[in-house]
């Protein structure tokens, strides 16, 4: 089977946080053992749309894989019109949260591409990958039998593959840190606070039960909570640790704190394994999973900073986002976080559709509180 070169790419954009694509390094696993990878950070690289053109020019890719927000759609429109001008042979494919949320009309936006992604992609990119190594067309049957693909039939309607949810991530392996070199990313890590330095984001859970109205993330990842093993964890930190020099871990978890023995278990490994770092959770845990007990095992093991979803300071507008929480358990869970002497971050939403300016000026009011 011919190997493939494959390019993984994380478009530019501007931004106040800068942090290795980690799921563009899990996507490399799946694919690396048969075909060659690069993975390119536009933001960390500035791969503006000019020093695209330039980079597509220089290279001979046969793939190339973009991952998608909904505020990089213009820049990515240009990126594939350069790659249709410079190597109109390549296969383009786009995955990510855009297309995952609204994989319908994908190819409305993006006429040019190949095919997308809705979902987690490590298990339809491998298959996809194998057939392109193949085969030079893919009939629909093939096409109709990949994880998650979102494709075109002859008929150029769009279909979208059921999405699988594995079970086992530890069958993932690590990312390709590798090829994502995380030590040699500037201080810029997700949170924009740090005590150590270099950082290294690692998740742990994938998959969210909850259904606050202002988040999509159970379209990537499903509404289940599938957990890694803590030993496979410790694993990975370990070698980030004393392969790539991390002093510390940004856990980058929707729902870290869900299982509390899970939880438990990892301060106490983290602890026995003697690694001097320190680690966070910058993107946030549900106030009501903490405990004062669950609070002291993390600190003792190295958390110094926790990040909470507040979201409002309107009963009114947290029930509209049916957030689960009021305010009265934010506040006690807050004083909690200070009493076990950890470092509090907040996010709040302005501007959510049902919310007055009251409801704006309570919201102030409560983050000042």
Same mark, same amino acid.
């Given at each position: 089977?011919?190997?493939?070169?494959?390019?993984?790419?994380?478009?530019?954009?501007?931004?106040?946080?800068?942090?290795?694509?980690?799921?563009?390094?899990?996507?490399?696993?799946?694919?690396?053992?048969?075909?060659?990878?690069?993975?390119?950070?536009?933001?960390?690289?500035?791969?503006?749309?000019e020093?695209?053109?330039?980079? /597509?020019?220089?290279?001979?890719?046969?793939?190339?894989?973009? &991952?998608?927000?909904?505020?990089?759609?213009?820049?990515?429109?240009?990126?594939?019109?350069?790659?249709k001008?410079?190597?109109?042979?390549?296969?383009? /494919?786009l995955?990510?949260?855009?297309?995952?949320?609204?994989?319908?009309?994908?190819?409305?936006?993006?006429?040019?591409?190949?095919?997308?992604?809705?979902?987690?992609?490590e298990?339809?990119?491998?298959?996809?990958?194998?057939?392109?190594?193949?085969?030079?067309?893919?009939?629909?049957?093939?096409?109709?039998?990949?994880p998650?693909?979102?494709?075109? =039939?002859?008929?150029?309607?769009t279909?979208? =593959?059921?999405?699988?949810?594995?079970? =086992?991530?530890?069958?993932?392996?690590?990312?390709?840190?590798?090829?994502?070199?995380?030590?040699?990313?500037?201080?810029?890590?997700?949170?924009?606070?740090?005590?150590?330095?270099?950082?290294?984001?690692?998740?742990?859970?994938?998959?969210?039960?909850?259904?606050?109205?202002?988040?999509?993330?159970?379209?990537?990842?499903?509404?289940?909570?599938?957990?890694?093993? /803590?030993?496979?964890?410790?694993?990975?930190?370990?070698?980030?640790?004393?392969?790539?020099?991390?002093?510390?871990?940004?856990?980058?978890?929707?729902?870290?704190?869900?299982?509390? =023995?899970?939880?438990?278990?990892?301060? &106490?490994?983290?602890?026995?394994?003697?690694?001097?770092?320190?680690?966070?959770?910058?993107?946030?845990v549900?106030?009501?999973?903490?405990?004062?007990?669950?609070?002291?095992?993390?600190?003792?093991?190295?958390?110094?900073s926790?990040?909470?979803?507040?979201?409002?300071?309107?009963?009114?507008?947290?029930?509209?986002?049916?957030?689960?929480?009021?305010?009265?358990?934010?506040?006690?869970?807050?004083?909690?976080?200070?009493?076990?002497?950890?470092?509090?971050?907040?996010?709040?939403?302005?501007?959510?559709?049902?919310?007055?300016?009251?409801?704006?000026?309570?919201?102030?009011?409560?983050?000042?509180?």
């Amino acid at each position: 089977m011919p190997r493939l070169k494959v390019l993984l790419l994380r478009p530019y954009s501007k931004s106040d946080e800068l942090i290795p694509p980690f799921g563009l390094g899990y996507l490399a696993t799946a694919i690396r053992a048969k075909h060659e990878v690069e993975v390119v950070d536009g933001i960390k690289e500035e791969i503006t749309t000019e020093r695209f053109r330039d980079f /597509i020019e220089k290279n001979n890719f046969d793939v190339i894989g973009i &991952q998608l927000f909904t505020f990089n759609v213009n820049t990515v429109k240009n990126y594939v019109e350069i790659i249709k001008q410079a190597k109109r042979e390549a296969k383009i /494919i786009l995955g990510g949260p855009h297309p995952s949320c609204d994989p319908e009309n994908i190819f409305h936006y993006f006429p040019e591409i190949s095919w997308a992604f809705k979902g987690e992609a490590e298990v339809g990119l491998a298959r996809l990958m194998y057939l392109l190594g193949q085969k030079k067309e893919l009939s629909e049957s093939d096409l109709a039998d990949i994880p998650g693909l979102i494709w075109r =039939n002859q008929d150029n309607q769009t279909k979208v =593959n059921q999405q699988i949810f594995v079970e =086992n991530l530890d069958s993932f392996g690590f990312p390709s840190w590798d090829l994502l070199r995380p030590d040699t990313y500037p201080l810029a890590p997700h949170g924009a606070f740090f005590k150590n330095y270099p950082v290294a984001p690692v998740i742990i859970t994938r998959g969210c039960p909850f259904y606050c109205t202002y988040c999509a993330g159970s379209l990537v990842s499903g509404r289940k909570i599938r957990k890694r093993s /803590i030993d496979s964890v410790i694993e990975e930190i370990k070698e980030l640790y004393h392969q790539y020099g991390i002093r510390e871990i940004h856990i980058e978890d929707d729902n870290f704190t869900m299982d509390r =023995n899970m939880v438990l278990e990892f301060c &106490q490994k983290l602890k026995e394994n003697n690694l001097n770092i320190t680690w966070t959770c910058p993107n946030g845990v549900r106030l009501d999973t903490l405990d004062k007990e669950l609070l002291l095992a993390m600190k003792q093991s190295g958390l110094y900073s926790v990040s909470v979803g507040i979201e409002s300071g309107s009963e009114k507008v947290l029930k509209d986002m049916r957030k689960g929480l009021t305010k009265e358990k934010i506040k006690e869970k807050v004083a909690l976080l200070k009493e076990a002497g950890l470092d509090v971050s907040g996010f709040f939403i302005l501007g959510y559709p049902t919310e007055t300016r009251k409801d704006i000026l309570e919201t102030i009011a409560f983050s000042k509180e």
